[in-house]
């Protein structure tokens, strides 16, 4: 035991809850607490768990017996129970029936480097909004998976080849606790997978307000094989992967129950999350006694699907058979349903035996609402999508968008902290973001040039520190002192580019005339500087392919002092980079990056994007704000648009971005560069930063879908609103109505249609029968409802209904539909049934 007398254990019980709360990753609070305990561990790992347990059991107790020590840990403590305690935005801008719990399911969590249980966008866009959610006061609950290994780490050799290391996470030297139950013993699950019952551990992690839970299955009394179910984050094949997904999806909602929490909504980041809502809808069933899929029609309206993927190779797939073999009793005994039937929930077509298991078409038919992750992913999962939405228009594929954020104090630099503190205060980032764009206006030039140039001396010292290391890990030992003063420039111009070495994210194209590239990088006039970084998936050749290619460029003589390839691309290294580029590139193909989120946390540091229209940056490029690649338009992978773009992005260095940069007041300030930094950072971070993407789910997602959840609830075993009645109705009846005559009269300024519809034991009130025109170019369709003639059909079963439309457009361009209706369905979501005439 580290302390022995009574009176440090108040202290030491002080740090320790002050370490277990991840709020040190983006207040800093607590950073000269630690720094000031080791120094040393603290600058190598920037973890305080590892902090406390390195120090020697003397240096703390001498620590904890001074008094300025303590009241500093007072004062920590007592600014974090005033920020709980003050009132929250939730609290004040929504309705006293918002939901008390969401959960929030993803297979990474990004929320600090010593927690790296991520891989990279879908891990960041969760921690983030599990941030913004605690400062937000939403109470959402992540729940995920603790990876023994996390995501590989990257090696690489002198000749630039990509090694993967895995090193172990020891859960004691990380910022979790095991979850205990209340006498004390570890809190297990049990779940049967096949061949062996297996144990699942829990652990809690404190992010400010809001918890994340983790599973894992490293817990001694499982048999070896399942042991190692969760050793890594995308490690293994299929079948391991299937096993997380049951772990984290299944058990994880059995957590939950097993806590005492009673989620009203569930938000599923990505299809991997899907059985989450399989699991929900089977603890509904248990408790009211229906069958499955009158729950999952229930539970579904509460449920919320984030679909991450721009393309259909994206998409989680399970051969038929691992199913069977996994879920052949949960299935069977448990949801007491069929194979076939449940297999269909994850197919197109519910008939073809041979069609793959899809985790995000399971996705979509277990929510009340979906969505992509900006708008132009919206639009393209609308296509992705369509195939579960046979003949209705693209347009109408139930999929909408809520663009992505970044969460600002963590990617903030100190200096631009400091800034937006002054002209914002303190709270920002906590309520509303209304006032920020115009405040932050306020900003003097020579203020921003100032942040600007502190943030990028920082990123100087540290590639200066990696280039010494990453010298020496290739056999370099004995390197002059010298040699290391003249890498990077702090006053030369800093361009980045980090990221997953993705085939797609074309990370050679600024690389595709290496000469001019060269040329660029080292002008004396004009110095420019490039800081690299980036993984390629231990399986992804191509990948790795291309950091070959950079890492030969990078050891060319002449650009020793002005291009680093950094090893090991991870969080720490994504904050000083965010913090002190100039201008960060981005290539992806378009349309294949569904949204991207580094390019936003340079915003709130005044940095620039170049970046291709593609993803949040088609949404918020303008020329006043940064500068934008292609045409935004899609052109697959022809070789001869990527050369063209290649062209534009040397064209836009040579001639636009290096010659601002360089063309400075007579005070030496870049006053046209520091006008376009002040413009992106007024106009871009408040609607790119997770606050504005987390208010955006709580108000146009998690508060209707609560609503809608209760309402199926209470509306359940009631003939005149149960669904279930109703798509049972549809079900049985549905094959027989048909449209009769439909004529068109015409008006002065309108078409007057008259539609025959027959019903057979359908009531009017089971559907809506419409008047559909599709939009002209990029506008919405033509929806207009026609209006029952008469409460009577005619004597051969037809009902009649009218509706009057423009005439602007001829009476060819409208056609009469029919489509489910009922009050607390979403159609085509809950139904997709759709009759078109003919
Ligand atoms: C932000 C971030 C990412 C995601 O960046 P994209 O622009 O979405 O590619 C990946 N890895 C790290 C370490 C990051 O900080």
């Known amino acids: 035991m580290l302390i022995e007398r009574a009176e440090d254990l108040a202290g030491y019980l002080a740090l320790n809850e002050i370490a277990l709360d991840l709020r040190w990753s983006w207040n800093h609070l607590s950073d000269a607490l630690w720094q000031e305990i080791d120094a040393e561990t603290w600058q190598a790992t920037r973890n305080p768990v590892a902090v406390l347990h390195t120090v020697s059991r003397d240096r703390l107790r001498w620590l904890l017996r001074t008094t300025d020590f303590l009241s500093r840990i007072t004062k920590v403590q007592e600014e974090t129970r005033q920020a709980d305690a003050a009132s929250s935005w939730y609290e004040q801008a929504c309705e006293a029936s918002r939901p008390k719990a969401i959960a929030y399911f993803s297979m990474e969590f990004m929320l600090t480097e010593a927690l790296p249980i991520y891989s990279g966008g879908l891990g960041n866009v969760a921690g983030d909004q599990l941030k913004a959610a605690a400062d937000l006061g939403v109470p959402v609950i992540g729940v995920g998976l603790l990876y023994g290994q996390g995501y590989f780490r990257q090696a690489i050799d002198p000749d630039g080849n990509q090694e993967a290391l895995y090193p172990a996470n020891e859960p004691?030297?990380?910022?979790?606790?095991?979850?205990?139950?209340?006498?004390?013993?570890?809190?297990?699950?049990?779940?049967?997978?096949?061949?062996?019952?297996?144990?699942?551990?829990?652990?809690?992690?404190?992010?400010?307000?809001?918890?994340?839970?983790?599973?894992?299955?490293?817990?001694?009394?499982?048999?070896?094989?399942?042991?190692?179910?969760?050793?890594?984050?995308?490690?293994?094949?299929?079948?391991?992967?299937?096993?997380?997904?049951?772990?984290?999806?299944?058990?994880?909602?059995?957590?939950l129950k097993k806590l005492g929490i009673e989620p009203e909504v569930c938000h599923l980041n990505e299809g991997h999350a899907a059985f989450a809502a399989i699991e929900r809808a089977r603890c509904f069933q248990v408790e009211r006694g229906i069958p499955f899929d009158e729950a999952l029609a229930v539970t579904r309206a509460g449920n919320i699907f984030t679909t991450h993927t721009a393309v259909e190779a994206g998409f989680d797939l399970f051969q038929p058979s691992l199913i069977r073999k996994y879920f052949r009793t949960y299935v069977e005994k448990f949801l007491g349903t069929t194979m076939e039937k449940f297999l269909a929930l994850g197919r197109q077509s519910a008939e073809n035996p041979l069609e793959p298991f899809n985790m995000a078409y399971l996705a979509v038919r277990a929510s009340g609402a979906v969505n992509g992750v900006s708008a132009l992913h919206g639009a393209v999962s609308r296509k992705l999508f369509q195939p579960l939405f046979p003949r209705w228009p693209q347009r109408e594929v139930p999929v909408g968008h809520v663009t992505n954020g970044i969460h600002a104090p963590t990617w903030d630099s100190p200096g631009s902290d400091e800034l937006w503190t002054e002209l914002c205060g303190k709270d920002r980032w906590r309520g509303n973001l209304d006032r920020l764009g115009e405040n932050i206006r306020k900003a003097g030039v020579s203020r921003l040039w100032q942040v600007r140039?502190?943030?990028?001396?920082?990123?100087?010292?540290?590639?200066?520190?990696?280039?010494?290391?990453?010298?020496?890990?290739?056999?370099?030992?004995?390197?002059?002192?010298?040699?290391?003063?003249?890498?990077?420039d702090p006053n030369a111009l800093t361009l980045g580019f980090a990221r997953r070495f993705a085939t797609y994210k074309r990370p050679a194209l600024l690389l595709s005339d290496p000469e001019r590239l060269a040329r660029i990088l080292t002008s004396r006039e004009r110095p420019v500087q490039l800081v690299l970084a980036g993984k390629a998936h231990p399986q992804d050749r191509g990948g790795q392919d291309l950091i070959r290619l950079w890492h030969g460029f990078a050891r060319k003589p002449e650009l020793r002092t002005r291009l680093i390839f950094l090893r090991d691309y991870n969080m720490r290294q994504a904050e000083w980079l965010v913090q002190g580029v100039d201008v960060w590139i981005n290539t992806p193909r378009r349309p294949w990056e569904a949204s991207g989120t580094s390019g936003m946390k340079i915003l709130v540091n005044g940095g620039l994007n170049l970046s291709e229209l593609d993803g949040w940056w088609q949404e918020a490029f303008g020329p006043e704000v940064g500068w934008a690649l292609g045409d935004g338009q899609e052109h697959g992978d022809d070789p001869a648009i990527d050369a063209a773009e290649a062209a534009e992005?040397?064209?836009?260095?040579?001639?636009?971005?290096?010659?601002?940069?360089?063309?400075?007041?007579?005070?030496?300030?870049?006053?046209?560069?520091?006008?376009?930094?002040?413009?992106?950072?007024?106009?871009?971070?408040?609607?790119?930063s997770a606050n504005r993407n987390v208010r955006d789910y709580t108000q146009g997602f998690y508060l209707p879908a609560a609503q809608a959840y209760e309402e199926r609830v209470t509306a359940l075993n009631d003939p005149a609103t149960d669904m279930n009645m109703w798509r049972k109705r549809w079900r049985d009846h549905g094959a027989s109505i048909h449209f009769g005559a439909v004529q068109v009269e015409q008006r002065d300024q309108s078409h007057l249609f008259s539609i025959e519809v027959y019903l057979g034991q359908l009531s009017p009130?089971?559907?809506?029968?419409?008047?559909?025109?599709?939009?002209?170019?990029?506008?919405?369709?033509?929806?207009?409802?026609?209006?029952?003639?008469?409460?009577?059909?005619?004597?051969?079963?037809?009902?009649?209904?009218?509706?009057?439309?423009?005439?602007?457009?001829?009476?060819?361009?409208?056609?009469?539909?029919?489509?489910?209706?009922?009050?607390?369905?979403r159609v085509p979501l809950d139904l997709a049934t759709i009759v078109w005439p003919g």
């Not at 013993?185 to 062996?196: K, T």
């Not at 990123?459 to 290739?474: A, G, S, T």
């Not at 940069?661 to 609607?687: C, H, K």
């Open 172 to 255: 004691d030297q990380l910022p979790i606790q095991p979850i205990r139950t209340d006498d004390g013993e570890l809190l297990r699950l049990q779940i049967d997978l096949p061949g062996a019952s297996i144990w699942i551990r829990a652990w809690e992690v404190r992010v400010g307000r809001n918890k994340l839970y983790l599973l894992d299955t490293n817990d001694p009394a499982n048999p070896v094989t399942f042991r190692s179910v969760t050793s890594q984050l995308y490690g293994g094949g299929s079948e391991t992967r299937l096993q997380q997904e049951i772990v984290l999806g299944i058990c994880g909602w059995q957590l």
């Open 453 to 488: 140039c502190e943030a990028r001396k920082t990123l100087c010292e540290e590639v200066r520190k990696h280039y010494l290391v990453q010298r020496v890990q290739d056999g370099d030992i004995e390197i002059d002192p010298e040699e290391i003063r003249d890498v990077f």
């Open 649 to 688: 992005l040397y064209r836009l260095l040579e001639e636009e971005i290096i010659p601002e940069f360089y063309d400075r007041q007579a005070d030496g300030v870049p006053g046209r560069w520091i006008g376009r930094v002040r413009e992106s950072m007024a106009r871009l971070t408040p609607r790119f």
């Open 765 to 825: 009130a089971d559907l809506a029968v419409e008047i559909y025109a599709d939009g002209i170019g990029e506008e919405a369709p033509f929806v207009g409802k026609a209006r029952r003639q008469g409460a009577d059909s005619n004597p051969d079963g037809y009902c009649r209904y009218a509706c009057t439309v423009p005439a602007d457009r001829p009476a060819t361009d409208y056609t009469p539909r029919l489509v489910p209706h009922h009050p607390l369905a």
